[in-house]
């Protein structure tokens, strides 16, 4: 409790996209030592999973602590700069995630291909031109 509260004192005295990553941070440790100390009540595989699921909810925490972060520094940086600079970030996000959905698209087709793979004859054949279908190929 004393490392959160210092922690958010911090952020509140100073309320930077660091220090609110800081509070985060402390908070999620915090959860995660109190969720394992209430593991170590279980045995077997009870207490294996209840501190890979204290684990995971402490790494989720962090992810997205880091996730608002980056976030609000990219707003930061997004503010200062000049329209024009705003505007070709903007069309190069664009442009990524096009990219990106067109390699996801490829490699879902590969995989479906690959499962067609596993028949032979008309079946493959029917298969095959499913997924072209499906992944506009």
Same mark, same amino acid.
């Given at each position: ?11 509140s ?32 595989? +009870? !207490?294996?999973? &209840? ?5 995971? =909810?402490?790494?989720?925490? #962090?992810?997205? %602590? $880091? @996730? *608002? ?13 000049t ?28 995989? +479906? !291909?690959?499962? &067609? ?5 008309a =079946?493959?054949?029917?298969? #095959?031109?499913? %997924? $072209? @279908? *499906?992944?506009?190929?």
């Amino acid at each position: 409790k004393e490392k959160v509260a210092a922690a958010e004192l911090e952020a509140s005295y100073q309320p930077t996209s660091k220090h609110r990553y800081e509070a985060r941070v402390a908070k999620a440790e915090a959860d995660y030592g109190v969720a394992k100390e209430k593991c170590d009540d279980m045995a077997g595989n +009870a !207490k294996d999973i &209840c501190v890979k699921e204290a684990k995971a =909810a402490e790494t989720t925490a #962090l992810a997205d %602590a $880091k @996730a *608002q972060m980056k976030t609000s520094d990219a707003n930061t940086m997004a503010n200062e700069k000049t329209s024009d600079a705003r505007s070709d970030a903007s069309q190069k996000i664009v442009e990524a995630r096009k990219d990106a959905t067109a390699d996801k698209t490829d490699a879902q087709y590969a995989v +479906a !291909k690959e499962k &067609c793979d596993t028949f032979s004859g008309a =079946a493959k054949d029917s298969c #095959l031109s499913q %997924a $072209k @279908a *499906q992944f506009g190929k």
